[in-house]
């Protein structure tokens, strides 16, 4: 599904955030990425996802190359993913439903199936009532759950999450978590980076830990 | 295909809903290139109506050759042969004093004038058509007619309409120049319009492409947004065109019908305004599509 050889990231300021990494995720697999602040499970987040490039090694995809596919072929990548973002990067111009109707309407996809959709969604992570509200009113918890919704409308066979529970109470932290369980219980393989050990506990599944840039032994 | 349909049935309605969005903005930038587009277009019209104007003169190299006011016929005779025999003379027609006269008594406004005369005061004439028109070769047959006897004048009174002629094709040129000027401006402006959307919907574009938007998804609400802005300009145009000629088009005509003229201002055709709004919506594009392409240049990881 996703799979890193020989890895490496380098900015152009000279750091190196990822430095050899060769891993595999299979289909179906629920991973966590741990690691201390600065460790690159940010960076390798983004070439999974296709947002950078790496500068040497690979990252396959779906059998797919990313460093060597075109700008269509990339953003067709991306919509085969699910991404739930360390900043949500919710747009506070619309409301909910907008928000989480974004993918869809990148995928052209009609206004009856679009409603649909969205609402399937929005009940999945208990925000269907608030589907009006502007996403500025609603709280820390609410915005992550929101920004998940707006990963899973597109029914994606990936979940790729950074750092989900970042800034939560502990227990608003649970239920974030049990989501991503529930997905993977119904096949959808999940990546989830995070450094919360109350998260990882409760996730107990396959964990790959990054220490400065390399996997750590 | 379905997908397609629906995808710009979004863009579209994004792009209006913008517009919609800003009044005011929209207005403005609509005023302003309507406004540019509106000189050539008016410069055009205007020179159009020139051009058919002084398509209506005679501009056929024609020479007049005046008579003494007392010549024999034995003299107009000789004369005749001799203009004849001329290596660049084509054609010799003779217009007798009587024939010059008859004909100024139809001009209406001479009638009273020259039934005031008790004498005909107009000489024989000679018409001549040239065989080569060129100002040098005209200038050594002026010299070879003068030195013939019982010539008094010669008019070449063409020379001012080949003037009017090879001005209306420099004006031609300058219309073209000035459009193509006016038209790099409304791309520009156009793009910075575009320019200032983008940067109020940097979050969006920047989400989109995140969650797996190609560039032609990004761009086309801006395309419709640049080209509708475009297409309202030019109907601007057209219509600050047509209400000048309205405007003006009455004094015009009233002018020239004192004249003895029925000419009178034309208005842009049909077919000429739909092209000018047609051309004017592609610039509109165009200037979108410039301004989305460097943005995304920048922002793109490829």
Same mark, same amino acid.
Request: aromatic fraction near 6%; include cysteine.
């Given at each position: 599904?996703?799979?890193?050889?020989?890895?490496?990231?380098?900015?152009?300021?000279?750091?190196?955030?990822?430095?050899?990494?060769?891993?595999?995720?299979?289909?179906?697999?629920?991973?966590?990425?741990?690691?201390?602040?600065?460790?690159?499970?940010?960076?390798?987040?983004?070439?999974?996802?296709?947002?950078?490039?790496?500068?040497?090694?690979?990252?396959?995809?779906?059998?797919?190359?990313?460093?060597?596919?075109?700008?269509?072929?990339?953003?067709?990548?991306?919509?085969?993913?699910?991404?739930?973002?360390?900043?949500?990067?919710?747009?506070?111009?619309?409301?909910?439903?907008?928000?989480?109707?974004?993918?869809?309407?990148?995928?052209?996809?009609?206004?009856?199936?679009?409603?649909?959709?969205?609402?399937?969604?929005?009940?999945?992570?208990?925000?269907?009532?608030?589907?009006?509200?502007?996403?500025?009113?609603?709280?820390?918890?609410?915005?992550?759950?929101?920004?998940?919704?707006?990963?899973?409308?597109?029914?994606?066979?990936?979940?790729?999450?950074?750092?989900?529970?970042?800034?939560?109470?502990?227990?608003?932290?649970?239920?974030?978590?049990?989501?991503?369980?529930?997905?993977?219980?119904?096949?959808?393989?999940?990546?989830?980076?995070?450094?919360?050990?109350?998260?990882?506990?409760?996730?107990?599944?396959?964990?790959?830990?990054?220490?400065?840039?390399?996997?750590?032994? | 295909?379905?997908?397609?349909?629906?995808?710009?049935?979004?863009?579209?309605?994004?792009?209006?809903?913008?517009?919609?969005?800003?009044?005011?903005?929209?207005?403005?930038?609509?005023?302003?290139?309507?406004?540019?587009?509106?000189?050539?277009?008016?410069?055009?019209?205007?020179?159009?109506?020139?051009?058919?104007?002084?398509?209506?003169?005679?501009?056929?190299?024609?020479?007049?050759?005046?008579?003494?006011?007392?010549?024999?016929?034995?003299?107009?005779?000789?004369?005749?042969?001799?203009?004849?025999?001329?290596?660049?003379?084509?054609?010799?027609?003779?217009?007798?004093?009587?024939?010059?006269?008859?004909?100024?008594?139809?001009?209406?406004?001479?009638?009273?004038?020259?039934?005031?005369?008790?004498?005909?005061?107009?000489?024989?004439?000679?018409?001549?058509?040239?065989?080569?028109?060129?100002?040098?070769?005209?200038?050594?047959?002026?010299?070879?007619?003068?030195?013939?006897?019982?010539?008094?004048?010669?008019?070449?009174?063409?020379?001012?309409?080949?003037?009017?002629?090879? /001005?209306?094709? !420099?004006?031609?040129?300058?219309? %073209? #120049?000035? $459009? @193509?000027?006016?038209?790099? +401006? &409304?791309?520009?402006?156009?793009?910075?319009?575009?320019?200032?959307?983008?940067?109020?919907?940097?979050?969006?574009?920047?989400?989109?492409?995140?969650?797996?938007?190609?560039?032609?998804?990004?761009?086309?609400? /801006?395309?419709? !947004?640049?080209?509708?802005?475009? %297409? #309202?300009? $030019? @109907?601007?145009?057209?219509? +600050? &065109?047509?209400?000048?000629?309205?405007?003006?088009?009455?004094?015009?005509?009233?002018?020239?019908?004192?004249?003895?003229?029925?000419?009178?201002?034309?208005?842009?055709?049909?077919?000429?305004?739909?092209?000018?709004?047609?051309?004017?919506?592609?610039?509109?594009? %165009?200037?979108?599509? @410039?301004?989305?392409?460097?943005?995304?240049?920048?922002?793109?990881?490829?």
């Amino acid at each position: 599904m996703i799979s890193f050889s020989n890895t490496v990231k380098r900015y152009p300021n000279g750091f190196e955030a990822l430095r050899g990494v060769s891993l595999s995720i299979e289909k179906g697999e629920i991973v966590a990425l741990t690691g201390h602040s600065g460790a690159g499970k940010s960076t390798l987040l983004r070439l999974a996802a296709g947002i950078e490039l790496a500068s040497q090694g690979s990252v396959l995809v779906n059998n797919q190359n990313v460093s060597q596919l075109k700008e269509a072929g990339l953003a067709v990548m991306r919509r085969s993913l699910g991404l739930v973002f360390q900043d949500h990067k919710l747009l506070f111009d619309r409301n909910v439903f907008e928000n989480v109707a974004l993918p869809l309407s990148i995928a052209a996809f009609s206004h009856i199936e679009t409603g649909k959709r969205v609402r399937a969604a929005l009940d999945k992570v208990g925000l269907l009532n608030r589907e009006k509200a502007d996403p500025i009113t609603l709280s820390g918890g609410e915005q992550q759950r929101l920004c998940i919704a707006r990963a899973i409308v597109n029914r994606p066979a990936t979940l790729i999450a950074d750092e989900p529970t970042g800034n939560l109470d502990p227990e608003y932290a649970e239920t974030i978590i049990d989501l991503f369980k529930s997905f993977n219980q119904v096949g959808v393989t999940v990546l989830l980076a995070t450094h919360d050990e109350i998260g990882l506990a409760r996730l107990s599944c396959r964990r790959i830990t990054l220490d400065h840039g390399k996997l750590a032994a | 295909m379905k997908g397609w349909l629906i995808a710009h049935g979004h863009a579209c309605k994004r792009a209006l809903r913008r517009l919609a969005l800003q009044p005011t903005v929209t207005l403005l930038s609509v005023l302003v290139i309507g406004i540019a587009i509106t000189l050539p277009l008016g410069l055009y019209v205007a020179f159009a109506n020139v051009s058919a104007a002084a398509s209506r003169i005679k501009t056929e190299p024609n020479v007049n050759v005046y008579l003494a006011l007392i010549v024999t016929e034995q003299e107009t005779k000789e004369l005749e042969r001799k203009l004849k025999s001329l290596s660049n003379v084509d054609r010799v027609t003779f217009v007798s004093r009587e024939t010059a006269l008859a004909e100024m008594k139809r001009v209406a406004s001479m009638g009273d004038l020259l039934a005031s005369l008790e004498t005909n005061p107009l000489p024989h004439a000679f018409s001549i058509r040239p065989k080569a028109s060129d100002p040098a070769t005209l200038e050594i047959l002026r010299a070879e007619i003068a030195i013939l006897p019982k010539v008094e004048n010669i008019a070449m009174d063409f020379e001012w309409a080949q003037k009017l002629n090879r /001005f209306s094709t !420099f004006a031609e040129r300058i219309v %073209l #120049l000035l $459009g @193509l000027l006016l038209a790099a +401006a &409304v791309v520009f402006v156009t793009g910075n319009t575009i320019r200032l959307q983008i940067l109020t919907q940097k979050d969006e574009i920047e989400v989109s492409q995140l969650i797996g938007a190609t560039r032609r998804f990004i761009r086309r609400p /801006f395309l419709y !947004f640049g080209a509708t802005q475009g %297409l #309202l300009a $030019g @109907l601007v145009a057209v219509l +600050a &065109v047509m209400i000048f000629i309205w405007w003006a088009g009455a004094e015009v005509h009233a002018l020239t019908v004192s004249y003895g003229s029925d000419f009178s201002l034309q208005a842009p055709t049909l077919q000429q305004s739909l092209v000018v709004i047609l051309l004017s919506g592609l610039l509109g594009w %165009l200037g979108a599509f @410039l301004s989305v392409w460097m943005y995304l240049r920048r922002v793109s990881i490829r």
